[in-house]
């Protein structure tokens, strides 16, 4: 799971909702375990295709330069992977460019180590990325600006922390792609991973093509095409915003939907032979809403689907409920790989959830919660006048990338989130 100084994704949504079709068509125990639903399984394809590559390192010209020692950066998305490692994406004031960057001191101090992408002259590039551990990443760049997508794109692939990076086979965007706007990489293991680009706008639709690897991200080869998909093949529905893709593992994995108060229930599509098919799923309505789903003035989103293991996963359904602005929120968990869900209410609607284990847990929105009973009760920890997505690696210490008006900070805690620090972000290279 990017977020982009840029987003494309907002402009996306303008199109959405302003042009026609250009593509073809405190805390509060709240018990509530709902009754799980099964989820049918879809038969595996007859052929895989396998590919032999090489992944290579060309020279490019003009590549992005790195930030200089004593620079302060902006850190816009992290991943901390102990007390002291993690990766960040950050931009820094002096450059249009996201920067790839590490670090060994708990966020302090920042390391350089954006592969060698070229620059782009009508702007700045901005990316999408995969961490997996200290050492291994996936990244790939695209511009900043909404313009037709270019002849090749490749990803880099490091598995040295960033020392030296490795590009793929490039994925040429086909012709009838508008734009190419990288939004999601999921990767349950090493070798299979998968690549959703956002590449059309229409009324109401968001036309996304996705890319699966199955040698770590060497080769790149396309399973959803809006337009050139076998048509007797299924695929997830080009109507409504993606909010989200991931994988439990290398055959099942999810795309999820905001309804955005255009459709009613929610949307969700997934695939259980490794994204060759994909099929509508429905999710149990809670206890306490049975008619969530099926009520025409409810319209519904789904969040931060996120696997800690092959089996254990979690997400946030928002709601909007009728007139006003009324909404609420669910944590929707599965222990069986999305075989089954169950539900329980969230202390309040809209915010931002991190399972860390099975039992422990963290949501931001408008305070800081936290479980410690898989999400059956919730304890107010603090208020806060910020939002963004928590990154814990244990219950006692974690970072939060604070966006508030348009401020951002990296902020840390150490006490169970009682009280946080704001770190000052500098280069030292």
Known sequence: MNKKSISLIGIICILLAACGNSMPPEPTAIPPTDAPILVPTLPPPADTPTVQITETVTPVRNPI??????????ITTKNMMDASRGWAIGTAASDPNEHILVTADGGTNWKDVTPPEGTDPAGGKVATAWFMGGDTAWVIYSSNILQAPPAGVTVWKTIDGGATWNTSQPITPPGNMEFFSPGFFSFPD?????????????????????YGTTDG????????????????????????WKTGMAFADAQKGW???????????LTLYGTANGGYSWAAESLPPPGSQPDLFSNANYSCGAYG???????????????????GDLKKSWLYR???????????????????????????GYYVGG?????????????????????????????STGWIV????????????????????????????
């Not at 330069?65 to 902006?74: C, F, N």
Request: net charge negative; hydrophobic share 40%.
């Open 217 to 240: 991200g060497a080769s790149w080869f396309s399973q959803v095409d809006p337009i050139n998909s076998d048509a007797t093949s299924a695929f997830p529905s080009m109507s409504l």
């Open 367 to 395: 305070k800081i919660f936290r479980t410690t009973d898989s999400g059956k009760s919730w304890v107010t920890v603090i208020p806060v006048k910020w939002s963004g997505q928590p990154d814990f690696i244990d219950l």
């Open 65 to 74: 330069p790195h930030l200089a020692t004593g620079t302060e950066v902006s």
């Open 334 to 360: 599965t222990a069986d790989a999305g075989q089954s869900w169950q539900s329980s209410l969230l202390p309040a609607p809209g915010g931002d959830l991190q399972m860390i284990d099975v039992d422990n």
């Open 402 to 429: 604070a966006v508030h008006d348009n401020e951002r900070a990296l902020v840390q805690t150490t006490n169970r989130a009682v009280n946080w620090v704001i770190l000052k972000t500098v280069i030292t290279n």
């Open 255 to 265: 795309i999820t939907y905001e309804n955005g108060g255009v459709a009613p229930g």
């Open 190 to 210: 090493n070798l299979h991973g998968w690549l959703l680009v956002h590449g059309g706008a229409g009324m109401s639709h968001d036309y996304i093509y996705v």
């Open 305 to 323: 689907l996120t696997f800690l293991d092959a089996q254990q996963g979690s997400m946030v359904v928002t709601c909007m409920m009728g007139s």
